[in-house]
């Protein structure tokens, strides 16, 4: 399986998947995360804080984002190298959340793509940022 090669890619190219976030998915991040925040898995504690209720951890969005990158821009054989995030807004359960990659810049010399991304529910921005991966090149 492989995805897009580097010269493939062009600058303004994008890609999304979409994800309603449940509760069972919560839980299981919280599992294999070790991430077991109160906020995200205790209903009556999160009542209590500015949100009001349960809210996804900012880091299951970022991996939406890794889904995004992996599959389909560039896809399967790209390399992850880093990841800016800014949480912008709580995802909570039931949310329909939308991850889009935009190819931003391409550095031919190091076959690296540089990519706007984002996670939307509702049209408003939960998390935004830049990633950098290396694509793919034919041959090699």
Do not use: W
């Not at 949100?51 to 992996?70: K, N, T």
């Not at 880093?82 to 709580?90: G, K, L, N, T």
């Not at 391409?106 to 991966?133: I, P, Q, S, W, Y």
């Amino acid at each position: 399986m492989q995805g897009l090669y580097f010269d493939d890619l062009s600058v303004g190219q994008a890609a999304e998947m979409s994800r309603v976030v449940g509760t069972a998915d919560i839980e299981a991040f919280a599992e294999v995360s070790g991430d077991n925040n109160p906020v995200h898995l205790d209903e009556t504690y999160a009542k209590t804080t500015p949100f009001g209720e349960r809210i996804a951890h900012g880091m299951l969005s970022g991996a939406y984002i890794s889904a995004v990158l992996g599959t389909k821009l560039p896809g399967p054989g790209a390399i992850y190298l880093s990841q800016s995030m800014r949480f912008r807004r709580p995802v909570k359960v039931g949310d329909l959340v939308v991850a889009r990659a935009t190819v931003k810049a391409l550095d031919a010399t190091r076959g690296h793509v540089t990519l706007e991304t984002v996670c939307e529910v509702n049209g408003k921005t939960v998390v935004d940022g830049e990633a950098l991966v290396i694509a793919p090149r034919r041959g090699v």
